[in-house]
């Protein structure tokens, strides 16, 4: 089978992630007999010291003949001044929203092995199995007016958080979808209690889950959710949530694991297309941690959330499930092993470079074999 993907490395650490997950897809291609024709482009900081966008037309061109697409990071200092009108995290909106991508998959998995490494108490953190889906091309990230301003009092902003029923319907179905295949459980996270928004995003998560009753449902208060997750994460199965609440969420619930280095996520909208009987989804994947510019280049950066997220990869866009769980199995079995990046290894321990650890991903792939 035959796929393009388009391969977005961007900025700070993303580069050095990228390359491991790019080396790993090419190891699982042969194990599997995929032809993966993969292209790179620029795009963020890097983009607009080359071009002066951060999204470049070439770029964006890419991305929409491709079956998927792979993204590292984007940002850094270099490009942090607030004032400025071009920033690098608008490749991000701008991709997410160009593509149709509604929905962010940020799948949480504790890892026995690497139970210590989390702050919490392992009996908290074991088991814990969680899907959340945060709603990506709207709320307040997109709203209009977004802007500074001078008002009676000075310097003054503004942000709008709009969501319409579509938006939500759309996400919400999704969720309900997913955790078919999963614990059969939906919470839906808003602030009812107070915004508009999220009253109708209740009102229309109700009307969803009317028509989707094979699988439980509940509402729950974000700012209750933010506590729910440290003292009781087993509970939950699929969260779904408005843009800026799954921003803020998922970043909690990556210290369940112990390290935003091991969590990867799926963008995913509505274009399909049929490989060999099944569904496949076109998605932008990539790891939720940031560029990390501080140790960019010095071989310290975690390439496990970028490997699972060409997992994902794999597993939704190109529907080659057996080469998802082929990757997966390997990344447990290296930490099963007991090597660590400096993100993941505990006082004493000796910890293992970015290119080390993704050889030995690779290495675990060709052994799986």
């Known amino acids: 089978?035959?796929?393009?993907?388009?391969?977005?490395?961007?900025?700070?650490?993303?580069?050095?992630?990228?390359?491991?997950?790019?080396?790993?897809?090419?190891?699982?291609?042969?194990?599997?007999?995929?032809?993966?024709?993969?292209?790179?482009?620029?795009?963020?900081?890097?983009?607009?010291?080359?071009?002066?966008?951060?999204?470049?037309?070439?770029?964006?061109?890419?991305?929409?003949?491709?079956?998927?697409?792979?993204?590292?990071?984007?940002?850094?200092?270099?490009?942090?001044?607030?004032?400025?009108?071009?920033?690098?995290?608008?490749?991000?909106?701008?991709?997410?929203?160009?593509?149709?991508?509604?929905?962010?998959?940020?799948?949480?998995?504790?890892?026995?092995?690497?139970?210590?490494?989390?702050?919490?108490?392992?009996?908290?953190?074991?088991?814990?199995?969680?899907?959340?889906?945060?709603?990506?091309?709207?709320?307040?990230?997109?709203?209009?007016?977004?802007?500074?301003?001078?008002?009676?009092?000075?310097?003054?902003?503004?942000?709008?958080?709009?969501?319409?029923?579509?938006?939500?319907?759309?996400?919400?179905?999704?969720?309900?979808?997913?955790?078919?295949?999963?614990?059969?459980?939906?919470?839906?996270?808003?602030?009812?209690?107070?915004?508009?928004?999220?009253?109708?995003?209740?009102e229309v998560a109700h009307e969803v889950a009317e028509k989707n009753q094979d699988v439980a449902y509940e509402d729950v208060l974000v700012d209750a959710m933010a506590m729910h997750l440290i003292r009781r994460p087993r509970d939950f199965d699929v969260i779904v949530t408005e843009n800026m609440f799954g921003d803020i969420l998922t970043d909690e619930a990556a210290m369940l694991p112990g390290s935003m280095g091991l969590l990867p996520s799926a963008s995913l909208g509505s274009r399909r297309k049929d490989v060999g009987g099944v569904s496949a989804i076109f998605g932008l994947y990539e790891p939720i941690h940031g560029s990390a510019p501080d140790i960019a280049g010095k071989g310290l950066a975690n390439p496990l959330a970028a490997i699972l997220s060409a997992a994902l990869l794999l597993r939704f866009s190109l529907a080659q499930e057996a080469a998802a769980k082929a990757v997966e199995a390997a990344v447990d079995r290296v930490l099963g092993k007991g090597l660590r990046t400096a993100d993941l290894a505990q006082k004493g321990e000796q910890s293992i470079s970015t290119q080390e650890m993704g050889a030995a991903v690779r290495a675990e792939l060709e052994a799986g074999a």
């Open 1 to 202: 089978m035959h796929f393009k993907l388009a391969i977005l490395p961007g900025d700070g650490i993303g580069p050095e992630v990228t390359t491991e997950a790019v080396a790993c897809l090419r190891t699982v291609a042969a194990r599997f007999d995929l032809a993966l024709d993969m292209d790179e482009a620029i795009i963020g900081g890097r983009a607009i010291d080359d071009t002066g966008k951060p999204l470049p037309d070439a770029t964006l061109r890419l991305a929409e003949g491709a079956d998927a697409v792979l993204l590292g990071a984007v940002g850094g200092p270099k490009w942090d001044d607030p004032k400025s009108t071009v920033r690098p995290e608008q490749a991000l909106l701008g991709i997410r929203q160009a593509l149709g991508l509604f929905a962010n998959l940020r799948p949480v998995k504790a890892v026995e092995a690497l139970l210590d490494t989390s702050t919490l108490k392992p009996e908290i953190v074991r088991g814990v199995d969680i899907l959340v889906i945060r709603e990506l091309t709207g709320g307040i990230y997109f709203g209009k007016p977004s802007e500074r301003r001078k008002g009676p009092a000075g310097r003054e902003a503004v942000d709008t958080l709009i969501y319409n029923e579509e938006e939500v319907r759309r996400v919400v179905q999704a969720a309900f979808d997913l955790a078919r295949g999963r614990k059969k459980k939906v919470t839906s996270v808003d602030k009812a209690n107070v915004l508009s928004s999220s009253r109708l995003w209740r």
